[in-house]
């Protein structure tokens, strides 16, 4: 599942949560909070695998400073969303998911006009 996931992300150019939470929910019948939490702990390990195999390649010029900001905004917005998600009911989790695809179909439909 999560390989159809990465593959459909990366031909849309968009991240694989959106698609990755309902998946898992629906799916395999996990809770929105613990897909929530497994979709972005599968997409840090890609993202880190990704990155790493640019750098092994060469590929991956002058953008080590930008990584290390990114990494720590990352460290940091995800101990503020785990934190956020214990207050935020499950629909209004899917609602937010189904509002991004919604934005995720608006933006490929605006880019191919």
């Known amino acids: 599942m999560s390989f ?4 459909l992300s990366s031909l849309l150019g968009v991240g694989g ?3 990755h939470v309902p998946l898992l929910v629906v799916l395999l019948g996990f809770p929105v909070h613990v897909a929530t939490a497994t979709s972005h702990f599968v997409l840090a390990v890609m993202a880190l695998a990704g990155t790493l195999t640019h750098i092994l390649s060469g590929s991956f010029t002058g953008g080590f ?3 290390l900001l990114l990494g720590i905004g ?6 503020f969303g785990a ?15 189904a509002g991004a695809l919604a934005l995720a179909g608006l933006r490929i439909l605006l880019s191919a006009l």
């Not at 159809?4 to 593959?7: I, L, W």
């Not at 990352?74 to 101990?79: D, E, M, N, Y």
């Not at 934190?83 to 998911?97: D, E, K, P």
Request: hydrophobic share 50%; net charge positive; charged share 15%.
């Open 74 to 79: 990352v460290i940091v917005g995800a101990q």
């Open 17 to 19: 949560g959106f698609l």
């Open 4 to 7: 159809v996931v990465g593959y």
């Open 65 to 67: 400073q930008r990584t």
């Open 83 to 97: 934190r956020l998600s214990n207050r935020i009911h499950a629909n209004w989790i899917i609602r937010g998911l």
